[in-house]
């Protein structure tokens, strides 16, 4: 079964900091993969997704992700947080087969500090 | 013009009632899901439907019951609440089923007391 781990319930940065998140997956053949934003009260919205073209994913809002199948890793970074960044994040896999939902993790809170 | 629409967006009810809670996509989507995310922000997918078809139905108790009526709508029914049923329920869509991109709703925050 597959499986996604997010390491680190809560992230710190300031305003203009590195942003990075990890996400860890676990699936015997190379996967979807995605990450999701919810900011307070809302619904998810797609940041950014890896289907096997570019293992250097670029996304909204800044953020971009690279794939590495030696670390079965997708983090998530942003070179410079802004104040809105602050909101929950969450890493998802999926497998290429029809018929499957999306496996969230956790989630990461991101906070930002001026 | 929301592309995935949910109603209500709060429900508050006592224990033993039975709700209902409304999907409605106007995406042209063929699948569409129900998660539950619960206190500690978890998401986990219930149900999943492909062109009114059920196509995912995971472990959750027959108190729950979804229901499609078309592709751009999909239902869902809780008979009997309990306090455990208390969360976030999101409604989504994509365009293919599985390993695609969900588009959600907003939301809809069911309490039960």
């Known amino acids: 079964a597959q499986s996604v781990t997010q390491l680190g319930s809560h992230v710190s940065v300031s305003e203009g900091a590195l942003v990075l998140l990890r996400c860890n997956y676990s699936s015997s053949v190379p996967p979807y993969l995605f990450w999701y934003v919810q900011y307070p009260n809302q619904g998810l919205q797609l940041l950014l997704k890896y289907t096997s073209a570019a293992t250097l994913v670029k996304g909204i809002n800044g953020f971009e992700a690279e794939f590495k199948k030696s670390e079965t890793s997708f983090h998530l970074t942003k070179p410079s947080a802004h104040m809105s960044d602050a909101a929950e994040y969450f890493c998802?896999?999926?497998?290429?087969?029809?018929?499957?939902?999306?496996?969230f993790g956790k989630g990461t809170t991101l906070s930002v500090s001026s | 013009d929301t592309a995935v629409s949910q109603t209500p967006k709060y429900l508050v009810t006592q224990m033993g009632n039975d709700k209902s809670i409304k999907c409605e996509q106007n995406l042209g989507h063929d699948t569409m899901y129900w998660y539950k995310q619960d206190s500690k922000k978890f998401l986990k997918i219930m149900f999943s439907y492909n062109n009114k078809e059920l196509i995912i139905n995971e472990t959750v108790p027959n108190r729950f019951s979804p229901k499609s009526p078309d592709k751009a709508h999909l239902n869902l029914h809780i008979n009997s609440l309990e306090l455990g049923d208390s969360a976030v329920y999101f409604c989504?869509?994509?365009?293919?089923?599985?390993?695609?991109?969900?588009?959600f709703g907003a939301g809809s925050r069911l309490t039960v007391l």
């Open positions: 998802a896999v999926s497998d290429r087969q029809a018929g499957t939902a999306l496996i």
């Open positions: 989504a869509s994509s365009s293919l089923p599985g390993a695609n991109v969900l588009t």
